[in-house]
């Protein structure tokens, strides 16, 4: 069971070149592509919240939150620890102490699942996906808010 979990559900994943690291402008709904280098991601089909990514940019913190939405209450998830670069503990350290900050990927990238980027003040970036408002009352079953975007089947 702990191979399974740890390693054979994850696959490394091709970054495209070009727009592997995306954000949502403060006035936009379309992401963009920010300046990356050194990606490096992981992903699985048995779960919609097993992405994780690594990567570097040029681009100051500052500069990005100046232009790109935040993100309130993300926190990453741990990976497996073979993919080294992907540290939740020390992430979450930067966040909670002020030296990142998680900005808007892209909203419902699947029903109820939101990728995020965090960013911190020394250019490591990671990203990872949340569940948002809509998934946690669509998977518990609560009743869903008019702000919910309708789901489709």
């Given amino acids: 069971m702990y191979y399974l979990q740890v390693y054979a559900y994850y696959e490394e994943v091709v970054p495209t070149g070009s727009d592997d690291v995306q954000l949502t402008p403060l006035n936009g709904d379309t992401p963009e592509t920010i300046l990356y280098e050194d990606f ?33 209450g993300a926190a990453p998830r741990v990976a497996p620890g073979w993919f080294d670069c992907f540290d939740a503990e ?18 419902n990238l699947e029903y109820g699942i939101d990728r995020v980027v965090a960013v911190t003040e020394d250019g490591r970036g990671y990203v990872w996906h949340e569940v948002n408002d809509c998934g946690d009352k669509s998977y518990d079953g609560s009743p869903l808010d008019p702000t919910c975007p309708p789901r489709e089947n």
């Fill in 90 to 107: 020390a992430i979450g350290e930067d966040l909670a102490e002020g030296r990142a900050k998680v900005f808007l990927s892209q909203r």
């Fill in 40 to 72: 490096r991601a992981i992903d699985a089909d048995s779960s919609p919240i097993r992405y994780r990514a690594c990567f570097t940019t040029p681009t100051g913190l500052g500069t990005l939150e100046d232009i790109y939405a935040p993100y309130t």
